[in-house]
């Protein structure tokens, strides 16, 4: 298989709903991870907090789970976090920045004015900046 074969192939993979599906619940359970880690929480405290068993939390962890979003947003606050969702263009390439609510740090602080900064032109990197 060659590399042109590769990318061709990668390319109809990501017209398929399918790939677009398991590739949120793993973001979701991810994102969930990183932040019981965070949080220095187990998965039998997070358990514990939501009245449910640890077999239903490492199911959520493992990805492949088709969650609501009643359970998302449930699993994301008895972890300390909230779900947020967000839609664009396809074409549009999204990064998510947390703000540390209470001021921000001088590292975050920095990264955020420069983000403010190109988007204010309107553009990053001949993309176009979606907020």
């Known amino acids: 298989m060659s590399l042109n074969d590769d990318v061709r192939w990668y390319r109809q ?3 398929n709903d399918d790939y677009w599906i398991e590739s949120a619940k793993i973001d979701f359970a ?3 991870d990183r932040l019981l880690h965070q ?9 514990e ?3 449910t068993s640890p077999a ?3 199911k959520a962890l493992r990805g492949d789970a088709n969650l609501t979003i009643d359970s998302m947003v449930r699993l994301a606050r008895a ?3 909230e779900l947020h969702l967000h839609i664009a263009q396809r074409s549009t390439g999204v990064r998510w920045t947390e703000i540390i609510q209470g001021g921000l ?3 975050e602080a920095s990264a955020v004015r420069t983000w403010a900064h190109t988007a204010s032109k309107g553009a ?4 176009p900046v979606a907020a």
Do not use: V
């Not at 949080?39 to 358990?47: E, G």
């Open 124 to 127: 990053s990197h001949d993309q």
């Open 30 to 32: 991810l994102a969930l």
């Open 56 to 58: 239903y939390i490492t």
């Open 39 to 47: 949080q220095n929480l187990t998965k039998r405290a997070l358990a």
């Open 79 to 81: 972890a300390g976090g």
């Open 49 to 51: 907090r939501m009245h």
């Open 13 to 15: 993979i990501e017209q």
């Open 105 to 107: 740090q001088k590292k």
